[in-house]
Antibody, heavy 119, light 107 residues
Framework: QVQLQESGPGLVKPSETLSLTCTVS????????WTWTRQPPGKGLEWIGY???????NYNPSLKSRLTISVDTSKNQFSLKLSSVTAADTAVYYC?????????????WGRGTLVTVSS | DIQLTQSPSFLSASVGDRVTITCRAS??????LAWYQQNPGKAPTLLIY???TLQSGVPSRFSGSGSGTEFTLTISSLQPEDFATYYC?????????FGQGTKLEIK
């Protein structure tokens, strides 16, 4: 059974870089697209971007200038880096698997990790 | 970006009720729509994809309909575990976007 687990610092200072990793267990990262979505406290969901195991990416234009998503197939992990963070980047960050056939959908999610941006 | 507007934003209902949530897209998205359920402090879980296809393991009291710009999620007979927040998501055009959510509360 495939599971996803986010990891990384829970507190980041303003202007610094937020770094998170999602570890895929119970299956291969070479099988799908892998995504990041975030949710500010008490608010709705925002899609951040995806990476394919080949390394191809697609980012939300609202974050593109600050965002890097990468994959390490040897570790079965993919990662997110968001630079120059502000309080507006405080959110629960979720990694998820995107099924990409005729129709696309996020069928498997990690439990999420809260990242707070504060000095 | 494609905007998704859910209605209502809040819904109060009782166990056994039939409820419907609507999701309207700012432009046509064919059937590239998914519905998720989210309980407090938990990750979203997939209910329906391709507008009408029930994800494996999801109870049959959930159903989806629609195409183009108007979609609905229906729960035929509410169970206690269904009181949660529901989100629609369009996967037709990047960036993917979500509706603002519908919080379903016990009356």
């Amino acid at each position: 059974q495939v599971q996803l687990q986010e990891s990384g610092p829970g507190l980041v200072k303003p202007s610094e870089t937020l770094s998170l990793t999602c570890t895929v267990s119970g299956g291969s990262i070479r099988s799908s697209y892998w995504t990041w979505t975030r949710q500010p406290p008490g608010k709705g969901l925002e899609w951040i971007g995806y990476i394919h195991h080949s390394g191809s990416t697609n980012y939300n234009p609202s974050l593109k200038s600050r965002l890097t998503i990468s994959v390490d197939t040897s570790k079965n992990q993919f990662s997110l880096k968001l630079s120059s963070v502000t309080a507006a980047d405080t959110a629960v960050y979720y990694c998820a698997r995107e099924v990409a056939g005729i129709y696309r959908y996020f069928d498997l999610w990690g439990r999420g990790t809260l990242v707070t941006v504060s000095s | 970006d494609i905007q998704l507007t859910q209605s209502p934003s809040f819904l109060s209902a009782s166990v056994g009720d039939r409820v419907t949530i609507t999701c309207r897209a700012s432009q046509g998205i064919s059937s590239y729509l998914a519905w998720y359920q989210q309980n407090p402090g938990k990750a979203p879980t997939l209910l329906i994809y391709a507008a009408v296809t029930l994800q494996s393991g999801v109870p049959s009291r959930f159903s989806g309909s629609g195409s183009g710009t108007e979609f609905t999620l229906t729960i035929s007979s509410l169970q206690p575990e269904d009181f949660a927040t529901y989100y629609c998501q369009q996967l037709n055009t990047y960036p993917y976007t979500f509706g603002q959510g519908t919080k379903l509360e016990i009356k």
